[in-house]
């Protein structure tokens, strides 16, 4: 029999498992809101919040900006297509890029959904408190520094 190894390491400090902890709770507690109401999925609610900006985005927009592969994606697009969400159209100067916009039917979903999504925003907010601002410059310092791949040296 081996001894068991053991190391200083501790999961529950370690900043990156803390902030995929985090980031789970934060999307499953407004997840259900929509999941529930309009039975949409995680990937299929980003395609839509992307799309309420306004114009009609590409797929590959889409993925390079809400952190989600093509594929999921596009199986996102398709079922809100199905729903009634969404509308695709082939770009008329590059035929292979697919085009995305709200329907009517999706305009409302956003509608009924940003108050509640600003309330569970107000939410989280709250429990920062006066540090708002510092947290959001925070975060966006982790998002950019966690683009770079991890270099030895």
């Known amino acids: 029999m081996t001894d068991t190894l053991k190391t200083d390491f501790d999961l529950d400090t370690f900043l990156p498992y803390q902030l995929s902890v985090l980031a789970a709770r ?9 999941k529930k109401a309009y ?3 995680v990937a299929e609610w980003r395609v839509v ?3 309420s900006r306004g114009d009609a ?5 889409i993925h390079e900006r809400v952190n989600m592969d093509k594929p999921k994606v596009s199986r996102a697009a398709s079922r809100l297509e199905e729903a009634g969400y969404v ?4 770009n008329s100067t590059d035929r292979r890029l697919v085009e995305l916009s709200l329907t009517d039917k999706g305009w409302a979903m956003i509608a009924d959904l940003t108050p509640i999504a600003l309330r569970y925003e107000e939410r989280l ?3 920062i408190g006066s540090e708002d601002e510092t947290f959001r410059r925070l975060v966006g310092s982790l998002n950019e520094a966690a683009r770079d791949p991890l270099t030895d040296g």
């Open 26 to 34: 934060v999307s499953a507690g407004f997840a259900r809101h929509y």
């Open 39 to 41: 039975g949409i999925s």
């Open 49 to 51: 919040a992307h799309l």
């Open 57 to 61: 985005v590409s797929v590959r927009e």
């Open 87 to 90: 509308t695709k159209l082939t």
């Open 125 to 127: 907010l709250q429990a």
